[in-house]
Every structure is written in C-alpha cells, then in structure tokens.
C-alpha cells in the first residue's frame, strides 16, 4: 500500500468541500482551500519505489452550517453539499538529495456544490490546480520512522467569476502549503501525522486577505495481508485574523474557526491497483469573531457535518530495469 499511501498524501487535493459557505472567510468561500480529511486515505512520509503514479480521488460532503451567525430558515439550519473528483500524477524520478528521496505531484480537482436556503446556491467547475514543485521524504535508518517537507500551491485558475471572484468554485488568490509529515511504517503498521498550513495572498479582485489555515491529520492503521484498517482523526482551524479592504469597507466575515472530527479507513491492495476509503464525522465544529454585521452581533459560522471519501491508485509506468552482462561459463575451452 505504500504507492496509494503516498499518492493520497499528495493529492491533494481537492480543495474545498463547499465552495459557499456562508461567512467563512471571505464570503463565497468554503474557508479552506484544502478539503480537511484528503490526506487520511494512506497519505504517509514513505515514497513508492520510482516511476509514474496515477490516482483518481473522489469525496461528498454533507453538512449544515453552524455558528452564532449561522442563517437558517425557521430554526432550521442551512445545509451545505459538495461532490468532488480529482485526478493526479506523482512522479518520483529516483533522485536523492541531502539524503532524501525527491518527488512532485500535481492535482486537478473539479467541483459541485450547493447552498440551501436562505441562501440557496449551486456551484459547479474547475477547482484551482493543486501543484507541489517538490517533496523531499527521509528514511531515518531501520528505525521504521520517515519524515517529509515539501510545499505545496493552488494556483488561481480555476472557474473564477462574480463582481469578487467568489460566484464559483475557484479562488482568486494563490495558496502556499507547506507541510511536515511523520510517520511510522513498520510490521504493516501505518502511524502517521500529516501537519500542513494554508497561507493565502490577497484577492486579486477585492483586495480582502483570508486568515491562516492549520491542519493536522492523523493515521493509525495496521495492514494484515491485502487488507489495511484504522481509526483515523483530523484538526482543522483558522489561527490569524483576516485582513479586510477598501472594497468591503473594512468589514471581515470571520476570525477563527475551529473543526475536530474522527472516523476509520479500510482500503485493500489488488496489486496492480489500491483502493480506499474512509470516513469521517465532525464532532465538534465551532466560529466566532464575525463582525460584518450589526455592532454587537457575531456573524461567524462555519459547516459541520460528514465526509466519505475514495481514493483509487496504480502505476502508470516504472524505469527499465539495469541490464545485466550475460553471465560467462566456468569453464571454458
């Protein structure tokens, strides 16, 4: 499983879940720009053997939106749908440096989403392309531990339109991502923690800076045979403040936002291809710090709700084997 593990890991991905929940962020933005949970299909700092890896990545996302400024249409909350696909390369060329096993990895991710009322959205398009230009995976002797780094970026091209940007599924900003991975892969065991921030630039239309995204995501999963399960755990939260512009007159949606949730995983190794699929609910969702509305009243919210994703993966091509000189006789006349 070591090939789908570090295909998960990369991919991905997909960036967002629903693309329109309300007052997060900017608004018109899901909050993130990296679905929270993407990594927890096998994503550890171990690296297939060299060649070209292909994956295919889908994922839905039932929620409601939560919070003090969460709307509602009598007394009932707001929900929020999201189907996503991705589709990836990894490509791990064989090189070292600094005693490290280098690879990158670029993601496309396509999305549909929907808002219920009072809002009442649909969403459909290209997600921005997730793109990592390198990673850098270490093996720390026999031990079983591995530790990668390596930075990520959304760039701004996906369905991109409205008088912000923000009336599709895309983002107008770039989103650095660099990540610290540590894991364990030792007797079938998998213990992982996949640590990543998301750093956003401005608008490029509004001018307004979305806050700091933390994630940290956990694995531990025992593979017996052909078969790998697990519980599996992520955090995920907002920890700086947003930075407003001219163009909303200062106003800022949301400061913080905090999501805990939990699941498990099962994935199985058909040989020529992995498959895997987890789950995960979010058992505590919270916001606050909203200030775009009236003075005194806290307009934040966030979506709470569950995810199911799948995650199938398979080589697309590995290097030739070194020839070997045909072995000379022993004897010879």
């Known amino acids: 499983m070591t090939t789908h593990r570090k295909i998960a890991a990369a991919a991905l991905i997909v960036a967002s879940a629903g693309a329109t929940s309300a007052n997060a962020y900017e608004f018109g933005s899901p909050g993130w720009a990296q679905k929270p949970g993407i990594t927890l299909g096998g994503g550890t700092a171990g690296t297939p053997p060299p060649g070209l890896y292909s994956f295919n990545q889908v994922f839905t996302y039932q929620a409601n939106i939560v919070g003090p400024g969460a709307p509602n249409v009598g007394g009932a909350s707001t929900p929020v749908h999201a189907a996503v696909e991705a589709s990836g390369l990894l490509w791990v060329p064989g090189w070292t440096f600094l005693g490290a096993t280098y690879n990158a990895v670029i993601v496309q991710p396509w999305i549909m989403a929907d ?62 991502q660099p990540e610290l991975v540590v894991s364990y892969l030792k007797d079938g065991w998998n213990l992982t923690a996949n640590l990543y921030h998301e750093m956003n630039t401005k608008n490029s239309i509004t001018g307004y800076r979305s806050g700091d995204i933390f994630h940290a995501e956990f694995t531990a999963a025992k593979t017996i045979g052909n078969w790998t399960f697990g519980p599996i755990a992520y955090y995920a939260g907002q920890v700086t403040g947003d930075t407003s512009s001219a163009f909303y007159n200062g106003a800022i949606n949301v400061n913080r936002y905090n999501i805990w949730a939990g699941g498990g995983l099962v994935g199985y190794n058909f040989g020529p291809a992995a498959l895997t699929v987890w789950a995960t609910h979010e058992f505590s969702s919270n916001a606050s710090g909203g200030t775009a509305g009236p003075p005194g009243v806290d307009t934040a919210s966030i979506t709470k709700g569950y995810s199911v994703f799948a995650n199938l993966s398979f080589r697309l091509w590995a290097p030739d084997e070194p020839a070997t000189p045909p072995k000379r006789p022993m004897f010879t006349k």
């Open 115 to 176: 808002v219920g009322g009072p809002i009442n959205v649909q969403q459909a398009g290209m997600h921005n392309t997730f793109i990592v230009p390198g990673e850098l995976s270490w093996k720390l002797g026999d031990s079983g531990f591995f530790v990668k780094t390596g930075l990520g970026m959304y760039v701004p091209n996906g369905s991109i339109s409205g008088p912000s940007g923000l009336n599709n599924v895309g983002n107008p900003w770039w989103t650095f």
